[in-house]
Every structure is written in C-alpha cells, then in structure tokens.
C-alpha cells in the first residue's frame, strides 16, 4: 500500500477519531438507557401488599390531619392493594415480582390491574415522600439539579404546585426523572404514574403528590391549593435525594 501522505494521513485518523467517538457515544447512550426506568434499584422496588405506615396517623398534623391519614392509609390505599392481589391472581401476575415489572407492561393488563397497581403503588410511594422532620428543601446534587432544570428552588414548588392544581378530577403531580437523566414535573389522571407504559412523560418517579380529593377533603373542604401549599411542609426531602443518586 502506498505511503499515506499527511492530508490522507489526516483524514484517515479523523475519520478513525470519529468512528471511536460515534461507537463510544452509542456505546453509552445504549448504557445510559439500560440504566433508565427499566432498571430500578433493588430498594427502590414495590412489592404488592401493604407495608405499615412510617409514622403515626398524626405524625404529620403540620398538614395532613391524622383521621384523613386513617382514612387515607387503612381503607383507600388498603383497597386498592386487596383489588391489585385479586387482578394480579385472576391474569396470572406473579406477585413475587417488582410491581414496577408489571406497570412498565401495564397496557396488557386489565383496567382492574392498572387502576389498583397503580393506586398501591402510588400510595406505598407517597407515604415515604412525606416526613415528620422534613427540611425546608433538597440539598446537594438534587437540589443543584433542580436549581439547572428550573431556574430556582421556588419555581420548581410553583410549577410543581400548579401540575397539583391542575389536574382535572383525581391525579398526581409528580417529579420525575426521565430516560435521559433529566428532571421533569408532570401530572397523571387516575392511579396512573410515571413508570407506566401509558404514561405521557415516562420515567423514575422521585417526588409524588396526590390531588384526590381522599387525600384532603375532610381539612381542606375543596381548597386543593391550601392542601398543596401545607405539603411542602413535610415532604422528605432526603428520600427524594436518595432516590435520585441511585439513578444517575
Ligand atoms: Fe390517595
């Protein structure tokens, strides 16, 4: 082969240098979405019977008072985990799985399966997004991702407080982080959730609020906007965290 003179030689190595950057950013692209929503960590996954509160029923009275909590916890979200085992038995879901394996798939189940997967999920969820020792805000790498994404701390809480707001009838507002490791708020009607392949804005949920009216009727009357506003007051925000570092 003749010798390369030095303009061959250049483009040859430029066009060496552009195969190994264009295989290497695939290579990660394909790492990065192996490690997205399909994956997620073992402590993080849901099973499908109820776990015990992790506090008292008036634990969180700053917001939410205790007979809505008794309510909340011992008779809706422990209904919708009674019809989740019976969907799950009656399609043949093995219920020794994740939850998340089966909502990722939930187009292929019943709406039975899909309101109550996503009702116990959900709940389960809430339940640790929420504190009796909360912080005023995130720190650390959550909060330096939510001051980049947003602009600032406070229009995160506006712009998360409105997706609560305006959700038309039952829903949640949710933060979440999607298959390109980017923050976003979204609302879901329903049970439904971010992990769900019917979901609009698809991803790893990190911070969830539930607007039904369950949630705050008996305080708050229909003054969802108060009930939001309460909230903050007791979300935990180095739950959220955590979850957050386990995903990027
Ligand atoms: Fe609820």
């Given at each position: 082969m003749a010798p390369l003179t030095p303009r061959r030689e250049f483009l040859t190595s430029s066009v060496k240098a552009g195969l190994g950057l264009y295989i290497g950013s695939t290579f990660l692209s394909s790492c990065a979405s192996s490690r997205?929503?399909?994956?997620?960590?073992?402590?993080?996954?849901?099973?499908?019977?109820?776990?015990?509160?992790?506090?008292?029923?008036?634990?969180?009275?700053?917001?939410?008072?205790?007979?809505?909590?008794?309510?909340?916890?011992?008779?809706?979200?422990?209904?919708?985990?009674?019809?989740?085992?019976?969907?799950a038995k009656?399609?043949?879901?093995?219920?020794?799985?994740?939850?998340?394996?089966?909502?990722?798939?939930?187009?292929?189940?019943?709406?039975?399966?899909?309101?109550?997967?996503?009702?116990?999920?959900?709940?389960?969820?809430?339940?640790?997004?929420?504190?009796?020792?909360?912080?005023s805000g995130p720190a650390g790498s959550l909060a330096n991702a939510i001051n980049s994404s947003f602009g600032s701390f406070e229009t995160f809480k506006t712009q998360f407080s409105d997706a609560g707001k305006n959700r038309f009838g039952s829903g949640w507002a949710w933060l979440l982080l999607d298959n390109d490791k980017r923050l976003r708020i979204a609302s879901t009607p329903n049970q439904d959730n971010p992990l769900m392949d019917v979901a609009e804005a698809k991803g790893f949920p990190l911070l969830g609020l539930d607007v039904w009216e369950h949630a705050y009727y008996l305080r708050y009357q229909n003054k969802r906007?108060?009930?939001?506003?309460?909230?903050?007051?007791?979300?935990?925000?180095?739950?959220?965290?955590?979850?957050?570092?386990?995903?990027?």
């Amino acid at each position: 082969m003749a010798p390369l003179t030095p303009r061959r030689e250049f483009l040859t190595s430029s066009v060496k240098a552009g195969l190994g950057l264009y295989i290497g950013s695939t290579f990660l692209s394909s790492c990065a979405s192996s490690r997205g929503i399909a994956n997620v960590p073992a402590q993080y996954t849901t099973g499908f019977n109820q776990q015990p509160l992790p506090y008292a029923y008036n634990a969180l009275e700053e917001a939410i008072d205790a007979k809505t909590m008794e309510l909340h916890y011992s008779k809706h979200a422990a209904s919708y985990a009674t019809n989740l085992n019976e969907a799950a038995k009656a399609e043949g879901v093995d219920a020794s799985k994740p939850l998340e394996d089966v909502l990722r798939n939930v187009s292929k189940y019943s709406t039975k399966l899909r309101n109550n997967g996503g009702g116990h999920y959900n709940h389960e969820f809430f339940w640790k997004c929420m504190t009796p020792k909360a912080s005023s805000g995130p720190a650390g790498s959550l909060a330096n991702a939510i001051n980049s994404s947003f602009g600032s701390f406070e229009t995160f809480k506006t712009q998360f407080s409105d997706a609560g707001k305006n959700r038309f009838g039952s829903g949640w507002a949710w933060l979440l982080l999607d298959n390109d490791k980017r923050l976003r708020i979204a609302s879901t009607p329903n049970q439904d959730n971010p992990l769900m392949d019917v979901a609009e804005a698809k991803g790893f949920p990190l911070l969830g609020l539930d607007v039904w009216e369950h949630a705050y009727y008996l305080r708050y009357q229909n003054k969802r906007p108060d009930y939001i506003a309460n909230w903050w007051k007791v979300v935990n925000w180095d739950y959220v965290a955590q979850r957050y570092q386990s995903m990027i």
